[in-house]
Each structure stands twice: as structure tokens, then as C-alpha cells.
């Protein structure tokens, strides 16, 4: 909303110097005016790609990755160097656009006291997106920072967004370092869940978690409020649903070791406005299977 006015805002004295003095000092105001409102958009952009650039590059270290054993953090890297070289290629026009404004505020005559306006609410504007994007980035690092720092424990069921998070960037890695062709080979495993709440049975169904690979599965369905007892094969896990709603199931089962399930709450996870889920995950917006 605050974005929106400021817009706004600039548009409208765009209007107010074109129409009250149509002459050729405000009209070349106005492209100058223009091109600064574009390089800003720019560097909102690119800043806020270098924020996420950072972030990807923490998770990927905070997993184990570093130097040239990672070609995904050197990738991660570059792309980081040369998004840094446009972002100082848009500052040096911003200043020079800045400049002209201040020159031609300078030397305007009869039209000098309402461009000298203009290009106040131009810098003010500036000033404002700046400190908005500034935020943003700080948001940005702050949230990667948290999440790098996040310890999952593999005997942990029911986790937090960022957990959450950590459990699904693992999940990529393990399939990272293996072949899709064994893919085939893996069969839908049923499970069954049954909540209960005061002692009574309030819902039983049964599911089917989807391989993905190296001995992971994955699965979306709707829970509903009590003690959920989660039966696959011949384990089982037992887990607090405080609230209803769609939850991500994660089995992993390495051979050899005991087999591991996750269960991550979606809203949970859309509170992260995480942003980079993996194209094996299932839709986070779609509902949920209640077979």
C-alpha cells in the first residue's frame, strides 16, 4: 500500500509540471524523471536478487556445501558477483540522473519553483523506496540467517516452518547425489492416521506416500485437531495436531537405519514466504488428500 502511494504520488506531479508549464526545460524534465523512476525499479530488483542469492548460498553452507566441491554455491556466487556489477552500473545513472534534475531545477526560470518541487518529491521518493528495500534486504538476510542456523533433529516428527525447510533441503540433497533412473523401482507405500481427541476416535483413512528417490517419500493430506497416530508398515509414530489443516508427510528409510517421518504444517511453511520448493514437492496452494 505504502509502495502504491508513493507511486502515486510521483505520477501525479508528473501531470501537475506537464500540463501548468509545457515548455522544453520541464519536458526534458520529465524523461530525466522517467529514466531515474526506471533505474530505481531496477535496483530494487537486483537488490532484492542479491538477497536471495545470499540466502540460497547460506542454506547450501549451513547443508555442508563449500568451495569448489559445490558447483551450486560457485554458481550461486557468480551470478552474485555480476548482479553486484549491474547494481553499481544502475547507481553511478542514478547519480547522474540526479544531477541533471538538480541542474535543471537550477536553471529553470518561471517553471523553477514547481520543478524544484518535483524533484523533491522525486528525491523523497527515492529516499522512501530506499529505506523500503533496505528493510526488505535486512528481512531477507535475517530469515536466511535463522534458517541457517535452524538444527533438525532427525528423531524430531512434527516441525516448525523452518524445520521444515531444513528437512526438504536435505531431502534434495540426498536425491542430488543419485541417479532418477532407480526412481521406478519404488513403490506408494499405504500408511494409516488416526486422530483422536479425548480418548474417542474422531477420524481414520488411509493414505499413500509418493517416492521420489533414495529412499524418500512424500505425501500431502488434511489433518484434523487431537493425537494423530501415524502407522507405516511396522512403525509408528504419535504426534499433537493443535490445529486443522494441510500437512507435508516425509518418510525417509535407509538401509541400513530406523526410518525417519516428518510432518510439516503448510501454513507453517507459507509463513516463511519461502519461495524455492523443489519441482518433486507437491503444490503447497492445492488441497490436500483426505482419502
Given at each position: 500500500?505504502?509502495a502504491?502511494?508513493?507511486?502515486?504520488?510521483?505520477?501525479?506531479?508528473l501531470?501537475?509540471a506537464t500540463?501548468?508549464?509545457?515548455?522544453?526545460?520541464?519536458?526534458?524534465?520529465?524523461?530525466?524523471?522517467a529514466?531515474?523512476?526506471?533505474?530505481?525499479?531496477e535496483?530494487?530488483?537486483?537488490?532484492?536478487?542479491?538477497?536471495?542469492y545470499?540466502?540460497?548460498?547460506?542454506?547450501?553452507?549451513?547443508?555442508?556445501?563449500?568451495?569448489v566441491?559445490?558447483?551450486?554455491?560457485?554458481?550461486?556466487?557468480?551470478?552474485?558477483?555480476?548482479?553486484?556489477?549491474?547494481?553499481?552500473?544502475?547507481?553511478?545513472?542514478?547519480?547522474?540522473?540526479?544531477?541533471?534534475?538538480?541542474?535543471?531545477?537550477?536553471?529553470?526560470?518561471?517553471?523553477?519553483?514547481?520543478?524544484?518541487?518535483?524533484?523533491?518529491?522525486?528525491q523523497?521518493?527515492?529516499?522512501?523506496?530506499?529505506?523500503?528495500?533496505?528493510?526488505?534486504?535486512?528481512?531477507?538476510?535475517?530469515?536466511?540467517?535463522?534458517?541457517a542456523?535452524?538444527?533438525?533433529?532427525?528423531?524430531?516428527v512434527?516441525?516448525?516452518?523452518?524445520?521444515?525447510?531444513?528437512?526438504?533441503?536435505?531431502?534434495?540433497?540426498?536425491?542430488?547425489?543419485v541417479?532418477?533412473?532407480?526412481?521406478?523401482?519404488?513403490?506408494?507405500?499405504?500408511?494409516?492416521?488416526e486422530?483422536?481427541?479425548?480418548?474417542?476416535?474422531?477420524?481414520k483413512?488411509?493414505?499413500?506416500?509418493?517416492?521420489?528417490?533414495?529412499?524418500?517419500?512424500?505425501?500431502?493430506?488434511?489433518?484434523?485437531?487431537?493425537?494423530a497416530?501415524?502407522?507405516?508398515?511396522?512403525?509408528?509414530?504419535?504426534?499433537?495436531?493443535?490445529?486443522?489443516?494441510?500437512?507435508?508427510l516425509?518418510l525417509?528409510?535407509?538401509?541400513?537405519?530406523?526410518?525417519?517421518?516428518?510432518?510439516?504444517?503448510?501454513?507453517?511453511?507459507?509463513?516463511?514466504?519461502?519461495t524455492?520448493?523443489p519441482t518433486?514437492?507437491?503444490?503447497?496452494?492445492?488441497?490436500?488428500?483426505?482419502?
Amino acid at each position: 500500500m505504502l509502495a502504491t502511494s508513493r507511486s502515486a504520488l510521483l505520477a501525479a506531479s508528473l501531470l501537475v509540471a506537464t500540463v501548468t508549464f509545457p515548455s522544453a526545460p520541464v519536458d526534458a524534465q520529465d524523461d530525466v524523471a522517467a529514466e531515474l523512476n526506471t533505474v530505481l525499479a531496477e535496483k530494487s530488483q537486483l537488490e532484492r536478487e542479491v538477497a536471495q542469492y545470499r540466502a540460497s548460498m547460506d542454506l547450501l553452507r549451513a547443508n555442508g556445501a563449500g568451495g569448489v566441491d559445490s558447483p551450486a554455491l560457485q554458481a550461486l556466487a557468480e551470478e552474485l558477483g555480476r548482479t553486484r556489477a549491474r547494481l553499481r552500473g544502475l547507481s553511478e545513472r542514478e547519480q547522474a540522473l540526479n544531477t541533471a534534475l538538480r541542474n535543471q531545477a537550477g536553471g529553470a526560470t518561471a517553471a523553477g519553483a514547481e520543478v524544484t518541487r518535483l524533484t523533491s518529491l522525486l528525491q523523497g521518493y527515492y529516499a522512501d523506496a530506499e529505506a523500503a528495500d533496505t528493510e526488505s534486504v535486512n528481512a531477507s538476510e535475517a530469515a536466511a540467517n535463522a534458517l541457517a542456523q535452524t538444527d533438525l533433529d532427525s528423531s524430531k516428527v512434527l516441525l516448525s516452518g523452518a524445520e521444515g525447510i531444513a528437512a526438504i533441503n536435505l531431502i534434495s540433497e540426498r536425491l542430488a547425489r543419485v541417479s532418477t533412473s532407480g526412481y521406478s523401482r519404488q513403490r506408494d507405500i499405504v500408511f494409516n492416521v488416526e486422530v483422536r481427541r479425548d480418548g474417542a476416535l474422531i477420524s481414520k483413512s488411509n493414505h499413500s506416500l509418493r517416492p521420489v528417490g533414495e529412499s524418500q517419500y512424500i505425501c500431502k493430506l488434511a489433518l484434523r485437531s487431537g493425537s494423530a497416530r501415524i502407522s507405516v508398515r511396522d512403525e509408528q509414530w504419535r504426534v499433537q495436531v493443535d490445529g486443522p489443516g494441510d500437512y507435508l508427510l516425509t518418510l525417509y528409510t535407509p538401509d541400513p537405519g530406523d526410518a525417519q517421518l516428518h510432518v510439516i504444517p503448510v501454513d507453517e511453511l507459507r509463513a516463511t514466504r519461502w519461495t524455492e520448493t523443489p519441482t518433486w514437492l507437491p503444490p503447497l496452494g492445492d488441497s490436500a488428500s483426505r482419502s
